[in-house]
């Protein structure tokens, strides 16, 4: 999508991480005063006891032509793929950073991809307006999706991998079911952009976000609204996740802030800040591979990790010569994937050389 607002990519782990409960330690919200002031850089390792990770670039991967909008691990942890504006899915091996094949069907550019469960397929969003369902070791398209009325901004498969919900520029979230290709419902969710779209673990809920501010938790059989949740006026929400245990929902937004809420009681919990994020959408995700993370993209250019229970900034990622919008956490490695605009155009993967 060439509307820079529109930049997105979604990286959430959880379909991969399901199993692991990652922030049942998470303690009820600190006051708002109880904010430590920020560490000098020569902060010592966090007084949790926990150790900092240590990631290093280990491959930079070029081959994209325009803006890379998202980038996602198989569940299986064999494979990357990657999206972007050039209307390309690229298949990459993130071990050698050597590129598998290219997806090709979709007529105008890209801004989401979501893997099945098993690895075997992968969904794409297009501006189009379809959603193509494509088996990877072909390369070839098994399905499309049509119904969309608009640009196509993000999809996500339920843990089960038979049912697909999607977002659009309309306003409208679907829900369809996989193998026969159909809608099986719509909903009119928001006024603006529907930028992020997920299932919880048992795909009882969705959980939504759009440019209207708002996040939104939805019944995924009746399609009724179950709570809405706002960000500050100034904190148009433009991403949103259900968290590995679905106990909480991770949500970024144009505050430069990432919220970890509490949405059965509708509190925020903690707010990681530090990076930049005003103008694109920026997806966050979650790290339980090794030291339990938070991990964003940003737009001074680099990739940041906050620890999940002290909110402290652990490590940043040089390297991009632009903004990072996409990135991604190997299920079961302690490897980072990042994706950057169009001055950059590269997919870079980190290593943790300390591999705790």
């Known amino acids: 999508m060439e509307h820079p607002e529109n930049k997105y990519g979604d990286s959430s782990t959880e379909d991969e991480a399901g199993s692991q409960t990652t922030e049942d330690d998470v303690p009820e ?5 109880a904010a430590p002031p920020p560490p000098p850089p020569t902060a010592p390792a966090p007084s949790t006891g926990r ?38 899915v690229k298949i990459w091996s993130p071990f050698t950073g050597e590129l598998i094949r290219n997806l090709n069907g979709h007529t105008k550019g890209l801004s989401d991809i979501a893997w099945s469960s ?22 070839l398209t098994q399905k499309v999706l049509r119904g969309h009325t608009s640009f196509v ?37 928001h006024l603006d952009y529907v930028t992020a779209v997920h299932f919880n673990r048992d795909a009882t809920l969705i959980v939504s976000c759009a440019l209207d501010g ?16 706002a960000e500050s006026h100034d904190a148009i929400c433009q991403h949103v996740q259900f968290s590995p245990n679905s ?26 800040v530090g990076h930049v994020n005003q103008k694109y959408c920026i997806a966050a995700c979650f790290s339980v591979t090794g030291g339990k993370w938070i ?62």
């Open 118 to 139: 098993d690895s075997v397929n992968l969904a794409s969003a297009s501006d189009d307006h379809t959603i193509r369902i494509w088996e990877v070791d072909t390369g």
């Open 247 to 272: 106990k909480y929902i991770l949500s970024t937004a144009h505050d430069s802030a990432i919220r970890l809420w509490d949405y059965q009681t509708s509190r925020c919990l903690k707010t990681y």
């Open 29 to 33: 919200r600190q006051a708002p005063t």
């Open 51 to 88: 150790e900092r990770p240590h990631y290093e670039l280990r491959h930079t991967l070029r081959g994209h032509t325009s803006s890379i909008s998202a980038v996602k691990f198989s569940p299986d942890g064999t494979l990357l793929a990657s999206c972007a504006n050039d209307k390309v």
């Open 153 to 189: 901004f993000c999809v996500n498969y339920n843990n089960a991998s038979n049912l697909l919900v999607s977002g659009g520029c309309d306003g409208e979230i679907r829900i369809w079911n996989v193998e026969k290709g159909k809608c099986l419902k719509k909903i009119l969710a």
């Open 214 to 229: 708002l996040i939104r938790i939805w019944n995924t059989t009746t399609g009724q609204c179950l709570k809405t949740l």
């Open 295 to 356: 991990i964003s993209g940003s737009e001074d250019n680099k990739v940041y990790l906050w620890d999940l229970q002290s909110r402290e900034i652990v490590q940043t990622l040089e390297g991009h010569t632009d903004v990072v919008v996409a990135v991604a956490t190997h299920p079961q490695q302690n490897m980072i994937a990042s994706g950057s605009m169009d001055s950059d155009l590269t997919i870079r993967i980190w290593t943790d050389r300390g591999g705790s």
